[in-house]
């Protein structure tokens, strides 16, 4: 069970992370938008995922499909959700005007989105209905983790790589821009693994202060070092410090998600209502509302601080536009066979009884926000950390490109986009968790009641 659910973040990652580090990049720099016109473009799709969210949440926890509650979502939504990731890359539109060109990039970009909504939802709520054990959650979070960035790996190192093989013959591979991307999901080989036994050593609030600490030094480290000289003649001390960063956020952000099946259970203590999909649907906003401050910040500084798309001899990476759309076709294509998987490896065990479904309205996810403060105090740093890895997944692609090309408003620009811009947002986290109250001794309390009632 365990690998089987893990396998379904491995897929969402695939797909998804494709788009969050590379889409910008492509729009820019391929299919050749304007910085502040994609800026709003990620804006305004990450407003509808506001509107669309509550309703897919208060959907899935009143509706039982034949194939599973949740992950009966994982097929009826992850085929429509890989044909519209396929499109997103796919640079049809040349030779048309920049307005037919904008239309079609929102239209792929706002389906793919609420398509990622339908997987995700009910993914997140999946998590939460398979097991009470609270020992059980942290294993599976682990699992979970560790195969999502496994599919980060694949795609933050991979496909730099897979587009310049599948390119016209170029000059030398992307081989320093795939080990730099590739190393902001390393870490979580290392250490996801002793996530469990971090967390009983220190605790959970002081596992978030540790790694989110190291990840501010990183950032600190690469901002510094970018000012000593181009970046390829000190690539080693760079590599180091992307790991160090890359070190504390994997974990940190890594184990968020095990407090999602926490303010579940709480919400069922204190209102009798197992609302997974809609606590999901909740966080979602919130991790959303994250990207969508991460989605705007790079194309908004890149557009103030008048960043020019690098020329074909001074792009690190293929402007081959085919390449580009057959890298994700493979992708996408691996990651619902891996959704697949996913539905038939996972059975729900811990759902809301039928009286208790027809009871679900959308109103509930505002109430439940209002008296559950744990998913609130979670809620907000999700927005704060997803705005973080927005924002640094988007630049990273940007600071290895020839960085050194650009004007040195552009550079400082970039460097801030990577560096300092992600730190704030870091310490403004760091800040929001210390505020959360729902100790492991306090769930075990909590587990122990509920099924004693049971």
Same mark, same amino acid.
């Given at each position: 069970?365990?690998?089987?659910?893990?396998?379904?973040?491995?897929?969402?990652?695939?797909?998804?992370?494709?788009?969050?580090?590379?889409?910008?990049?492509?729009?820019?720099?391929?299919?050749?938008?304007?910085?502040?016109?994609?800026?709003?473009?990620?804006?305004?799709?990450?407003?509808?995922?506001?509107?669309?969210?509550?309703?897919?949440?208060?959907?899935?926890?009143?509706?039982?499909?034949?194939?599973?509650?949740?992950?009966?979502?994982?097929?009826?939504?992850?085929?429509?959700?890989?044909?519209?990731?396929?499109?997103?890359?796919?640079?049809?539109?040349?030779?048309?005007?920049?307005?037919?060109?904008?239309?079609?990039?929102?239209?792929?970009?706002?389906?793919?989105?609420?398509?990622?909504?339908?997987?995700?939802?009910?993914?997140?709520?999946?998590?939460?209905?398979?097991?009470?054990?609270?020992?059980?959650?942290?294993?599976?979070?682990?699992?979970?983790?560790?195969?999502?960035?496994?599919?980060?790996?694949?795609?933050?190192?991979?496909?730099?790589?897979?587009?310049?093989?599948?390119?016209?013959?170029?000059?030398?591979?992307?081989?320093?821009?795939?080990?730099?991307?590739?190393?902001?999901?390393?870490?979580?080989?290392?250490?996801?693994?002793?996530?469990?036994?971090?967390?009983?050593?220190?605790?959970?609030?002081?596992?978030?202060?540790?790694?989110?600490?190291?990840?501010?030094?990183?950032?600190?480290?690469?901002?510094?070092?970018?000012?000593?000289?181009?970046?390829?003649?000190?690539?080693?001390?760079?590599?180091?410090?992307?790991?160090?960063?890359?070190?504390?956020?994997?974990?940190?952000?890594?184990?968020?998600?095990?407090?999602?099946?926490?303010?579940?259970?709480?919400?069922?203590?204190?209102? *009798?209502?197992? %609302?997974? &999909?809609? $606590?999901? /649907?909740? =966080?979602?906003?919130?991790?959303? @509302?994250?990207? !969508?401050? *991460?989605?705007? %910040?790079? &194309?908004? $500084?890149? /557009?103030? =601080?008048?960043?020019?798309?690098? @020329?074909?001899? !001074?792009?690190?990476?293929?402007?081959?536009?085919?390449?580009?759309?057959?890298?994700?076709?493979?992708?996408?294509?691996?990651?619902?066979?891996?959704?697949?998987?996913?539905?038939?490896?996972?059975?729900?065990?811990?759902?809301?009884?039928?009286?208790?479904?027809?009871?679900?309205?959308?109103?509930?996810?505002?109430?439940?926000?209002?008296?559950?403060?744990?998913?609130?105090?979670?809620?907000?740093?999700?927005?704060?950390?997803?705005?973080?890895?927005?924002?640094?997944?988007?630049?990273?692609?940007?600071?290895?490109?020839?960085?050194?090309?650009?004007?040195?408003?552009?550079?400082?620009?970039?460097?801030?986009?990577?560096?300092?811009?992600?730190?704030?947002?870091?310490?403004?986290?760091?800040?929001?968790?210390?505020?959360?109250?729902?100790?492991?001794?306090?769930?075990?309390?909590?587990?122990?009641?509920?099924?004693?009632?049971?």
């Amino acid at each position: 069970m365990r690998l089987g659910f893990g396998s379904g973040d491995l897929a969402q990652n695939l797909i998804y992370q494709t788009i969050c580090m590379y889409l910008l990049f492509f729009y820019t720099e391929i299919y050749g938008l304007d910085p502040g016109m994609a800026a709003i473009m990620f804006l305004v799709v990450r407003i509808i995922d506001v509107l669309w969210d509550p309703l897919v949440g208060t959907f899935i926890d009143k509706h039982n499909p034949r194939w599973g509650k949740y992950r009966s979502y994982l097929i009826l939504a992850g085929l429509p959700l890989t044909v519209l990731a396929i499109l997103c890359f796919w640079n049809g539109m040349e030779g048309c005007t920049e307005t037919i060109k904008l239309v079609y990039a929102y239209v792929t970009y706002v389906g793919l989105s609420m398509l990622y909504t339908l997987v995700n939802v009910p993914y997140g709520a999946l998590h939460s209905s398979l097991t009470r054990d609270t020992n059980e959650i942290t294993v599976l979070t682990s699992v979970r983790m560790f195969m999502a960035n496994c599919g980060g790996l694949a795609v933050s190192a991979g496909i730099p790589i897979l587009v310049a093989a599948l390119a016209a013959p170029q000059g030398d591979m992307p081989w320093k821009m795939a080990a730099f991307m590739g190393l902001g999901s390393l870490p979580s080989f290392i250490f996801m693994p002793f996530v469990p036994a971090i967390k009983r050593k220190v605790g959970k609030k002081n596992m978030f202060y540790i790694f989110l600490t190291i990840a501010i030094i990183g950032m600190a480290m690469l901002y510094v070092i970018s000012h000593l000289g181009r970046v390829e003649d000190n690539i080693v001390l760079i590599y180091i410090a992307q790991f160090i960063k890359s070190t504390g956020v994997i974990v940190a952000t890594g184990y968020m998600w095990a407090l999602i099946p926490e303010v579940v259970t709480y919400a069922e203590y204190t209102s *009798g209502k197992r %609302i997974s &999909g809609i $606590v999901n /649907a909740l =966080t979602g906003i919130f991790f959303k @509302a994250g990207m !969508a401050l *991460g989605g705007v %910040i790079p &194309g908004a $500084v890149l /557009a103030f =601080t008048q960043y020019q798309p690098a @020329a074909e001899a !001074a792009s690190t990476l293929p402007k081959d536009s085919h390449a580009w759309f057959i890298a994700m076709l493979i992708y996408a294509l691996v990651g619902f066979a891996l959704l697949v998987f996913c539905f038939s490896q996972c059975k729900e065990r811990v759902v809301m009884s039928d009286e208790a479904t027809k009871n679900v309205k959308v109103s509930d996810l505002w109430m439940e926000f209002v008296r559950n403060r744990p998913l609130r105090i979670v809620a907000f740093f999700f927005i704060t950390a997803f705005a973080m890895m927005s924002v640094g997944n988007a630049a990273g692609a940007y600071f290895m490109n020839n960085m050194e090309t650009q004007t040195p408003l552009a550079q400082e620009g970039i460097r801030w986009l990577v560096c300092v811009i992600p730190a704030l947002l870091l310490i403004l986290a760091m800040f929001i968790i210390s505020k959360y109250e729902l100790t492991d001794e306090k769930m075990d309390e909590i587990n122990k009641e509920l099924t004693a009632k049971a």
